[in-house]
C-alpha cells in the first residue's frame, strides 16, 4: 500500500502501454488503493496524478469507471474542503471520457442515501461492486456542504456537462492553508442591520419602547 504501490503501478502501467505487458489485475490493484487516507495524505497530488493518467482511456468498460466514481464519491464525504475541490472535476471529467457512466447522475428513482444504495464499498473487485445500478447521491450531499465553494462546485452535476475537460492540475496540490488565505483576502460585504425599514425613531407603534417613550 501507500507510495510504494503507487509507484510499483505506475512501472506497471508504462510496461502494459508501452511494451504489451498483461496484468489483467492492474485495475483492481489501483482500486484497492483507494481508502480514506488517499484525500489526507503528502503523495495526494502524486496520486491523483497517476489515477487521472491510468483513467484517461476512454476504452474503459464502464462498470469499472463507475466503480471508481462511487468509490472516490463515498470517500470525499469525509474528506476536507481542499481535496474536494479537486476531486469533484476529477470525477466530471470521467463522465465526461466515459458518457455511459452519467446513468449515476441520470437516474431520477436511484438510491437516496447509504441504506438504499446497492453499492457494495467493501468489495474488492469492481465487476461486482455493483456501481452501475447506483445513483450519485454522494455528490448530491455535497451540494449542501458548508464550505461554498465545495458546493458551487457540486452544483455542478445538476447541469450538462461541456465536452471540455476541467485542468485538475492547478487543484491538485491545493491547500487548506490557500483556502484559508484565499478567504481571509476576500473584501467584506456591508451586511444590513435590519431586514425592515426604519419608521421613526422608537419604530412602530406597538415597539416596546413606543409604550415607554414619548416625544411628543
Not at 475541490?85 to 466515459?98: A, S
Not at 449542501?144 to 458546493?151: E, G, I, L, Q, W
Request: charged content about 25%.
Amino acid at each position: 500500500g501507500g507510495a510504494i504501490s503507487l509507484l510499483a503501478l505506475n512501472g506497471l502501467f508504462i510496461l502494459i502501454h508501452q511494451h504489451n505487458l498483461e496484468y489483467p489485475d492492474f485495475y483492481k490493484k489501483l482500486y484497492s488503493l483507494l481508502d480514506p487516507s488517499i484525500y489526507h495524505v503528502k503523495y495526494r497530488a502524486r496520486f491523483f496524478h497517476l489515477t487521472d493518467l491510468f483513467l484517461s482511456s476512454s476504452h474503459l468498460p464502464a462498470y469499472l469507471v463507475a466503480a471508481f466514481i462511487k468509490r472516490l464519491s463515498r470517500l470525499a464525504l469525509t474528506a476536507p474542503p481542499e481535496s474536494l475541490l479537486m476531486i469533484i472535476p476529477f470525477i466530471c471529467n470521467l463522465f465526461r471520457r466515459h458518457p455511459a457512466c452519467k446513468v449515476l447522475v441520470h437516474r431520477p428513482g436511484g438510491p437516496a442515501d447509504m441504506s438504499e444504495d446497492p453499492y457494495i464499498m467493501e468489495e474488492e473487485e469492481p465487476s461486482e461492486s455493483r456501481a452501475l445500478e447506483s445513483s450519485l447521491w454522494e455528490i448530491q450531499s455535497l451540494q449542501n456542504h458548508y464550505h461554498p465553494d465545495v458546493a458551487k462546485a457540486a452544483a455542478v452535476l445538476n447541469q450538462s456537462l461541456s465536452e471540455i475537460e476541467d485542468d485538475i492540475s492547478g487543484l491538485l496540490e491545493l491547500s487548506a492553508y490557500e483556502l484559508f488565505d484565499k478567504e481571509v483576502k476576500k473584501k467584506a460585504t456591508d451586511v444590513p442591520l435590519e431586514f425592515e425599514q426604519v419608521r421613526g425613531l422608537f419604530g412602530k407603534k406597538n415597539d416596546i419602547f413606543a409604550e415607554h417613550f414619548s416625544l411628543d
